[in-house]
């Protein structure tokens, strides 16, 4: 498993897992997470998290869960599951929860995430 941390500014980051090889996980040959975790002096807050966890038929695309006590999922609408498009979408969601200011934080730090498919 790749995991790793990616520093957005001093009050959030990005933390990423990659899991190994899985037949099971149709385009992206793998099980990833992505989270936008916010920093707090004693201990880390979740704030969402993308994932490509969803096994069942139709539903294999990436989608995002917001807060753990509220259970939307709200599903990209990438038709062609290109990773560019996936990482823009989760780029434009994370500016809308922290706020248009970091925007150019946001980019570069989605811009560092290396492809699950690799």
């Not at 780029?91 to 560092?112: F, H, L, M, P």
Request: charged share 30%.
């Amino acid at each position: 498993m790749e995991r790793g941390t990616i520093n957005i500014n001093k009050n959030f980051e990005l933390e990423y897992r990659y899991y190994d090889r899985d037949k099971s996980f149709k385009y992206f040959n793998r099980k990833f997470e992505i989270y936008l975790v916010e920093k707090k002096s004693l201990k880390k807050n979740y704030v969402l998290h993308m994932d490509n966890c969803d096994l069942s038929e139709g539903r294999w695309s990436p989608h995002i869960h917001k807060l753990p006590n509220v259970n939307k999922k709200y599903y990209f609408a990438v038709s062609t599951l290109n990773w560019n498009d996936v990482k823009n979408n989760l780029a434009d969601c994370i500016i809308n929860e922290i706020g248009d200011k970091n925007q150019i934080n946001v980019k570069k730090a989605i811009g560092k995430l290396s492809s699950p498919k690799l």
